[in-house]
């Protein structure tokens, strides 16, 4: 599949691009990952996975690499993005190609480093960015559905039926509310239906207790701490999290790996993390759980004791499996 992207979004000085230099600085090559153009504000960062680690010294591979997730450093917003205000429509733009968002608000205090708004308020700043998500998707809902309108009055079955989707997407974006994942309008690609996950930057230590804010936040949320890199295997893992996403392995002398799938994927669709031929020309899986493999101590003992098992087509692969397709 391709690249998995992660926008960093927040507002001027909240330590976006500490947070995105310091991720990077764990990048992996990009050659191995083959859908990929890389630009300075894309890093390609490895999911910590223990698995990963044990499989590989299970089968004394010569090459190890990780499952990745994409993330983009994108410009900071100001208080009315959404009407065209600082670099308002190019950084909504760039929202809109992401997979899910990283929502990074200052929970530190530093005299040096003025904050947008001249005061430390992360709850304020959550608001403030998700507002201008909503208005910016209210714009896109309104727009489409006057759109519609000359289709709904002849009476078109399929021009009714978005109308109502819209209309519903309108009344939660008008009660300032962010539509969520859930929320099922695929062909808008509204900034309010992405994932997000909250990140509260408490660099230096020096930050107030977080405590009084943490029942407050809409959504997951990690702490990190980018100067001393702090909390950065969980940013990771939750923004893969977020996104449903799972992995499978692939192990053996040459090269043990880690593939993403989203959830529920069928084993021809998940095979096609691999090469798109798999969806197609898929014939069956050889499957087993990566620590039964490990418990079996090799391949041939697993099969002996029937561990390992053959799924067809519609089989669903689930997280951790270890997986060789057969085409």
Same mark, same amino acid.
């Given at each position: ?62 090459? +190890? ?9 994108? #410009? $900071?917003?100001?208080?009315?993005? =959404? %009407?065209? !205000?600082? *670099? ?54 309104? +727009? ?9 009055? #002849? $009476?078109?079955?399929?021009?009714? =039926? %978005?109308? !109502?989707? *819209? ?73 893969? %999290?977020?996104?449903? *996403? ?82």
């Amino acid at each position: 599949m391709a690249n998995i992207t992660v926008g960093i979004v927040g507002l001027p000085n909240v330590g976006k691009s500490t947070l995105f230099n310091a991720l990077t600085k764990k990048s992996v090559p990009a050659e191995n990952y083959p859908f990929c153009t890389i630009d300075p504000s894309v890093g390609i960062v490895p999911v910590p996975d223990e698995r990963l680690e044990r499989l590989n010294e299970f089968s004394k591979s010569a090459k +190890k690499i990780s499952a990745v997730i994409e993330f983009t450093d994108i #410009a $900071g917003l100001v208080k009315g993005a =959404s %009407e065209g !205000e600082g *670099l308002g429509n190019k950084f909504l733009s760039h929202i809109r190609e992401v997979d899910a968002i990283v929502e990074m608000v200052r929970v530190f205090e530093d005299k040096d480093i003025i904050h947008v708004h001249n005061k430390i308020d992360p709850l304020g700043d959550i608001e403030t960015i998700n507002l201008e998500l909503i208005l910016a998707d209210m714009q896109t809902v309104i +727009k489409r559905r006057e759109g519609l309108v000359k289709d709904v009055r #002849a $009476g078109k079955k399929e021009a009714i =039926s %978005e109308d !109502e989707e *819209l209309k519903e997407a309108q009344k939660i974006l008008e009660a300032g509310k962010l539509l969520g994942p859930t929320f099922k309008l695929s062909n808008l690609r509204l900034l309010t239906q992405k994932p997000i996950l909250y990140v509260l930057n408490t660099s230096e230590a020096a930050s107030r207790n977080i405590t009084e804010i943490k029942d407050k936040i809409p959504g997951p949320y990690v702490v990190v701490d980018p100067i001393f890199e702090k909390g950065f295997d969980e940013l990771i893992r939750k923004s893969y %999290e977020i996104l449903d *996403l799972i992995t499978f392995f692939t192990t053996g002398e040459d090269e043990t790996r880690g593939w993403t799938t989203p959830r529920g994927s069928t084993a021809p669709i998940a095979g096609t993390a691999i090469h798109t031929d798999f969806k197609d020309k898929f014939i069956r899986a050889e499957v087993i759980e990566w620590d039964k493999l490990l418990e079996s101590g090799s391949y041939a003992n697993a099969r002996e004791k029937g561990l390992l098992r053959i799924e067809g087509k519609e089989y669903i692969v689930k997280d951790g499996e270890v997986i060789e397709f057969k085409i």
